[in-house]
Every structure is written in C-alpha cells, then in structure tokens.
C-alpha cells in the first residue's frame, strides 16, 4: 500500500473534532470508541496536505474566487472513474451536499410540494424536507430475509400517483445500507420520474468507495433525457476524507435548473469559497489517487473483518456486506431488545457508540451502523467490546 500507514492510531483529541471531542457534549461519555460518525479515522493524503501547507505560507487570506481548473480536474477524475464526462460549466460550487440538498429543494419547489425519500436513509435527507416545509414522503425501501434491500417501485408509483411529487432525493450508494444501485433499476427509476415529472436530486457523494465486482453508476450518466431531470450532488469529501474543508458540487445539465439554483447560491451568498476548500477540492482530484487506491485496499479489509466477526455472532447479529460506504449496516434485531434497550447495552456496556437505526427513519429499528474506516487495531477493539456484551 505505497508509503501511507494506515495502521496509524492518531489522536484527534483536541482538534474540535465532532467525533472525538464532541463525545461528552453530544453523547455523555467521552470515554467510548467513537464509531458512528462518517468520517475517516485516517490522516488525510500527504499529497493533499503538502498543497495546503504551501497556500498556507503565504501570508494573505483576502477573497477567494475560482480558477475553474478545480472543476476540470473533477471532471476528468469522473471520467476515467466512472465513465462520465461533465462539462465544468455545468458545475455549481456549494459548501456541502446537505446545503445543496436544501437549497434544491427550497428553490425548485414550493411549500408543502411532495419530496421522496427512501428509508432507512441518511438523516439529513428527511430533516432538509421537513426544514423546508416541504411535505415527507416516504418510500422505504424493501428488505428480504437474505439481508438484501430493493427499491419499492409499487410503493414509488403509487405515492407518484396520490401525491404528485416534485423530487426524488436518491442516494448511491445509498447510506447507511451500503447498496450501489445496478444499471437496470436505475433506468426504471428514471422512466417512472420521467413518467411523473420528477426531479431526481441524486447525491453520489459516497460514489468512489464501491468495491468490486459493483460498479457506481452515475445517474445523470444514463442518457440525455435522464441528464435533464437529474442533479447530481458530490464532493471530494468522503473520498479524500475532507468534510470539514466545505467543498461540494452541484452537476446540473438543465440550463433553467442552472439559472434558478446559480441566482439561490446568490440570494444566500454562498458563491464564495474559502481559501483552502477550492485549493483542497482540485489537489484531491489531481493528486490524491494513489492515496486513495491505497485507502481502497485498506479498506477491503476491513470490511472483511466486520463480515467475519458478523457470521462468528450470527446467534446475536445479522449482517451483509455493504457494496459500497464504509459503513456496515447490522441488524440486532435477533436480540428482540427495544431500540433504546439496544442503545444502552451498546454504549454503556460495550462502550462503543455506534448510529442507531433509528435516526435512519422508517425500517432503521433494530440496526445500528457502524464506520470502519479507522485503524484496523480500533476496529478489533470495538468489535470485541461489541462481542462481550454478548456473553
């Protein structure tokens, strides 16, 4: 894996990280195994680090604005990743995906409009809905006895039917359950939005941490027709692990979409990226590959090591794979404990903090989520702690 340890425990105590220094304020111990907030327990690519260093030497920090250079490296990376060409013109900055998510909504909809969601999802995707006074509307996502979840397209065209939706917000690979969505059931998903005038807001966000044989494809990448509904939300962030240098796109093809979200991005002043976000932005995409074929590789191990550990406690815990994230989605459920029950046992006797279920809305109950993206020694040790609670 080159020169980048991976193996490294680093302590981010101190650095005002939500992880690790949020843990007393947020979750009253601030003695646990932090777990379950996504981001990566891994330094960030010397490549990356070397750039922001040497911007950081020089001694002025006025208004930034854009070369553009930093959307043309993104689009090559898309490209020869995943077999899309974007044009940079086509490219709108926003701070993060959730405040793209937001402004979409808030600008291409209207109060109590109808947003799809499909649960258990990430979190924010309800709460921006729900902020923007836009009516929630849910279509969980259908869950077999193997572990394996499908999208309900029964359930979708009947809430299409009663409810006229303005948007779909779609996520691939889909947090927390990990599923990248195959070729075939994107096309229908697209035919059905298509059908009813849908918006299909779509954050990839988590689209270059796929592991094989799956294969991301981007939504917008499906045809012309399909790349005119379709506003895709990315970010280098999840990649390179930068979440809190904001940076994030919005791809849109639809020139009236365009116009109408360019003059949001305005009224809320949010065109104005910081000195280090754009810089950080296109060094990721230009340098930060082999890093990140490292990390790949990293990874893939210890996604095999949650699986193992998984199928050993089978008894108690039921898990799949996730085809993409590194988040591993587990049920609990064989436990027959109420949500908080499980909590409890999990924090205060394992001394893990993991994501509840819950939070992931409708069909989370039961499951917890669990990053591991860390050092392979603080995964062992949280997963042990887990595996005591059971004996």
């Known amino acids: 894996m080159n020169n980048y340890n991976f ?26 195994i932090p777990m379950h907030i996504a981001d990566m327990d891994f330094k ?23 070369s553009g250079s930093h959307f043309e490296c993104m689009a090559e990376w898309l490209h020869r ?16 995906v959730v405040t793209s998510l937001s402004i979409i909504i808030f600008s291409l909809t209207n109060e109590n409009d109808g947003v799809i969601v499909q ?24 869950l077999n006895e193997q572990g394996n979840y499908s999208f309900d397209f029964d359930n979708f065209e009947d809430l299409c039917k009663k409810n006229a939706p303005k948007i779909l917000l779609f996520c691939n690979p889909h947090n927390p359950i990990g599923k990248v969505w195959e070729k075939h059931e994107l096309l229908k998903v697209a035919e059905l939005c298509k059908k009813y005038n849908i918006i299909v807001v779509s954050d990839e966000i988590h689209s270059d941490i796929v592991y094989k044989p799956k294969k991301h494809v981007p939504f917008a990448s499906l045809g012309k027709d399909i790349a005119e509904l379709t506003l895709t939300c990315t970010s280098p962030a999840k990649t390179f ?11 849109v093809e639809n020139n009236n979409y365009k116009k109408i ?9 949010l065109f104005l990226p910081s000195a280090f976000s754009v810089l950080s932005f296109e060094a990721a995409y230009k340098y930060g590959e082999k890093w990140y074929n490292s990390l790949m590789e990293y990874l893939l191990i210890n996604r095999e090591v949650v699986f193992n550990w998984a199928n050993k406690n089978n008894k108690f815990i039921q898990h799949v794979s996730p085809d993409g994230t590194y988040l591993a989605w587990i ?10 029950e499980l909590k409890k046992l999990i924090y205060e006797n394992a001394n893990v903090a993991l994501d509840p279920g819950t939070r992931f809305g409708k069909g989370g109950e039961g499951f917890m989520r669990l990053n591991f993206a860390c050092p392979l020694n603080q995964l062992n040790r949280a997963l042990e702690k887990i595996e005591m609670v059971f004996k």
Not at 9 to 22: A, T, V
Not at 241 to 251: A, D
Not at 261 to 269: E, M, S, T
Request: one cysteine or more; charged letters at 25%; aromatic letters at 12%.
């Open 119 to 142: 649960t258990p999802i990430y979190p924010p995707f309800m709460e921006v809905v729900r902020n923007n006074n836009r009516k929630l509307l849910i279509n969980e996502l259908k």
């Open 81 to 96: 990743r995943h077999n899309w060409k974007v044009l940079s013109n086509n490219c709108l900055y926003s701070p993060s």
């Open 241 to 251: 692990n930068l979440p809190s240098i904001s940076s994030s796109v919005i791809i």
């Open 331 to 340: 049920s609990f459920k064989s436990l027959n404990l109420k949500d908080i």
């Open 261 to 269: 979200l360019d003059k949001a991005l305005d009224r809320f002043h």
């Open 7 to 32: 193996d490294e425990e680093f302590n981010r105590i101190g650095s005002n990280c939500f992880k690790w220094d949020g843990r007393k304020k947020f979750l009253g111990n601030e003695n646990l």
């Open 44 to 66: 960030c690519a010397p490549e990356i680090l070397e750039e922001i260093e040497k911007r950081a030497k020089h001694p002025f920090f006025g208004y930034t604005i854009y």
